[in-house]
């Protein structure tokens, strides 16, 4: 990163500080995302009876938010050097962004084996390989630059970087505000649950159906439901929890499981004086 910044201020290339910047975020990303995880993993107690786990999701939203904040910067300054384009130098942009892709060809590599289920470490890894694509894309401007002279290159490189964050920080923004809403995982489908539930031997009805994710990889299930009377609630209650565990792998569930009433039949006369229903 201090490279890219020492390289684009001599070489006047507005990519290579673009990307420069991304990178910080990039270390940041990381940074917040391995204080997120200690603090998620931390037991619930107290209040916090899910405990901290909502800390990565915290941590992924506001490194969606960063990088829609530097989208907007540098697609400004790429748009200004479209109509004034400096001078730059196409050497010192093409050999440092293929030492950029070298050193993010591994970094992607090592992130790429950890657990990417959790938000939070998909926003850092979403940081990273949008880092890869942007040094490609430098790459190819440098050698633009060189081959046929044309300093616009650079600024259509900046802004191929900015639209690369602006989609990477889209992504962490709308999965962690699902979260915050309270809005069922993306892969389940609540109208199939619902199905499978009323199919299930003896149940009548389903009522106040909720699916939500406390965080990244973590669903979770309540309904009201209600079933036959003389069936075992117990029973109907370890089958349902087996089904949502084995076919939408939902573990925390809680159920509360009734007997439907018969509806009772009044003769007119009851139906007119309320006092003839009293036993």
Same mark, same amino acid.
């Given at each position: 990163?201090?490279?890219?910044?020492?390289?684009?201020?001599?070489?006047?290339?507005?990519?290579?500080?673009?990307?420069?910047?991304?990178? &910080?975020?990039?270390?940041?990303?990381? +940074?917040? @995302?391995?204080? =997120?995880?200690?603090? %998620? *993993?931390?037991? $619930? #107690? !107290?209040?916090?009876?899910?405990?901290?786990?909502?800390?990565?999701?915290?941590?992924?939203?506001?490194?969606?938010?960063?990088?829609?904040?530097?989208?907007?910067?540098?697609?400004?300054?790429?748009?200004?050097?479209?109509?004034?384009?400096?001078?730059?130098?196409?050497?010192?942009?093409?050999?440092?962004?293929?030492?950029?892709?070298?050193?993010?060809?591994?970094?992607?590599?090592?992130?790429?084996?950890?657990?990417?289920?959790?938000?939070?470490?998909?926003?850092?890894?979403?940081?990273?390989?949008?880092?890869?694509?942007?040094?490609?894309?430098?790459?190819?401007?440098?050698?633009?630059? &060189?081959?046929?002279?044309?300093?616009? +290159?650079? @600024?259509?490189? =900046?802004?191929?970087? %900015? *639209?690369?964050? $602006? #989609? !990477?920080?889209?992504?962490?923004?709308?999965?962690?505000?699902?979260?915050?809403?309270?809005?069922?995982?993306?892969?389940?489908?609540?109208?199939?649950?619902?199905?499978?539930?009323?199919?299930?031997?003896?149940?009548?009805?389903?009522?106040?159906?909720?699916?939500?994710?406390?965080?990244?990889?973590?669903?979770?299930?309540?309904?009201?439901?209600?079933?036959?009377?003389?069936?075992?609630?117990?029973?109907?209650?370890?089958?349902?929890?087996?089904?949502?565990?084995?076919?939408?792998?939902?573990?925390?569930?809680?159920?509360?499981?009734?007997?439907?009433?018969?509806?009772?039949?009044?003769?007119?006369?009851?139906?007119?004086?309320?006092?003839?229903?009293?036993?």
């Amino acid at each position: 990163m201090a490279g890219e910044v020492v390289v684009g201020l001599l070489a006047s290339s507005l990519v290579l500080i673009t990307d420069a910047g991304h990178m &910080l975020t990039d270390a940041a990303a990381i +940074a917040l @995302a391995l204080v =997120a995880a200690r603090l %998620a *993993a931390r037991p $619930a #107690k !107290g209040n916090l009876t899910y405990g901290l786990r909502r800390v990565e999701i915290l941590s992924a939203q506001t490194n969606g938010l960063t990088l829609w904040a530097l989208t907007v910067w540098f697609a400004y300054q790429g748009i200004t050097r479209l109509f004034d384009p400096p001078e730059v130098e196409g050497w010192p942009v093409l050999i440092t962004a293929l030492a950029g892709v070298g050193v993010n060809l591994a970094a992607t590599w090592l992130i790429s084996r950890a657990n990417r289920t959790s938000l939070n470490v998909e926003g850092a890894f979403q940081h990273i390989l949008n880092d890869l694509f942007a040094f490609i894309a430098t790459a190819i401007a440098g050698l633009v630059i &060189l081959v046929w002279g044309w300093t616009r +290159a650079d @600024a259509v490189a =900046a802004l191929v970087v %900015a *639209a690369l964050m $602006a #989609k !990477g920080g889209w992504g962490l923004i709308r999965d962690s505000w699902r979260i915050f809403l309270e809005a069922a995982p993306r892969c389940i489908d609540v109208a199939a649950i619902d199905a499978d539930l009323h199919a299930v031997g003896s149940v009548t009805e389903i009522h106040d159906l909720h699916v939500w994710e406390v965080t990244s990889g973590f669903p979770a299930l309540s309904a009201h439901v209600l079933v036959e009377p003389g069936t075992d609630c117990h029973d109907r209650r370890e089958e349902i929890s087996a089904l949502l565990n084995e076919r939408y792998g939902i573990d925390h569930t809680t159920l509360q499981i009734d007997h439907a009433t018969e509806p009772q039949i009044f003769t007119p006369n009851e139906l007119t004086d309320p006092e003839s229903r009293r036993p």
